[in-house]
């Protein structure tokens, strides 16, 4: 099975600050990665997802990008954040071929 | 529009009780359907999933599932509800097959459950 690693778990930012957040996958290879954001209230919403190195799809128009400079690794990234990024964010990872989806233990950001 | 929705935000029940968590979805075939649940401080973890076959799913921790193609729904279903069980429960879609959003997994809103002792 994959296992995800997501860092930082915690994060505490100020308005206009970048944001960095890295995901890497161990367990597979060439895997379909996904950046989801789960702000207060709401549900799940997927925010990016790659299917190759270097491609990148993006859902929603906002404030963050991501990357994914080798195979197993996905960056969510943002020049300035903004309040309305605060949320909690998730990791997660599926093998090409399969449907089960294995989630990062997430990373909550605060902007204040 | 494809979507799926749990109509329910919040559900409160007491511990020993039945429980039943709505999943409606709209989408032009059956897609894959499954559902997660969220634990405080954890990640999400997958309780059960319907691809094909027997439309009674059976997944972790006493959790059932049963889809109807005529409702378009995959409830899930507990006999008896624990406190350990109180936790934030989503359900899930992915395309069969054609179009921009093949494979990719979309989750409903989510339903908060709070057990009473």
């Known amino acids: 099975s994959q296992t995800i690693h997501q860092w930082p778990a915690t994060l505490v930012q100020p308005v206009g600050s970048p944001l960095s957040l890295e995901c890497t996958v161990e367990?597979?290879?060439?895997?379909?990665l996904y950046w989801y954001r789960q702000a207060a209230g709401r549900g799940l919403q997927l925010l990016f997802y790659s299917v190759g190195i270097g491609q990148i799809s993006s859902e929603v128009p906002q404030n963050l990008s991501a990357s994914r400079p080798q195979d197993r690794q996905f960056i969510l990234s943002s020049k300035k954040l903004l309040l309305s990024d605060s949320g909690f964010y998730l990791c997660?990872?599926?093998?090409?071929?399969?449907?089960?989806?294995?989630f990062g233990s997430g990373t909550q950001l605060s902007v204040l | 529009a494809q979507s799926v929705t749990q109509p329910d935000i919040h559900i409160t029940v007491s511990e020993g009780a039945s429980l039943e968590l709505r999943c409606n979805y709209s989408?032009?075939?059956?897609?894959?359907l499954f559902w997660y649940v969220q634990s405080p401080g954890q990640g999400l973890q997958l309780l059960l999933k319907?691809?094909?076959?027997?439309?009674l799913v059976q997944g972790i921790k006493g959790f059932e599932a049963e889809f109807k193609r005529s409702q378009s729904s995959f409830n899930l279903r507990k006999p008896s509800v624990h406190w350990s069980d109180a936790a934030e429960y989503f359900c899930?879609?992915?395309?069969?097959?054609?179009?921009?959003?093949?494979?990719?997994?979309?989750f409903g809103q989510g339903t908060i459950l709070t057990v009473h002792p």
């Open positions: 899930a879609v992915v395309p069969r097959a054609g179009g921009t959003s093949y494979g990719k997994l979309t």
């Open positions: 367990g597979t290879s060439n895997p379909n």
């Open positions: 989408y032009g075939a059956t897609p894959y």
């Open positions: 319907y691809f094909s076959g027997d439309t």
């Open positions: 997660a990872s599926r093998a090409a071929a399969r449907e089960k989806l294995f």
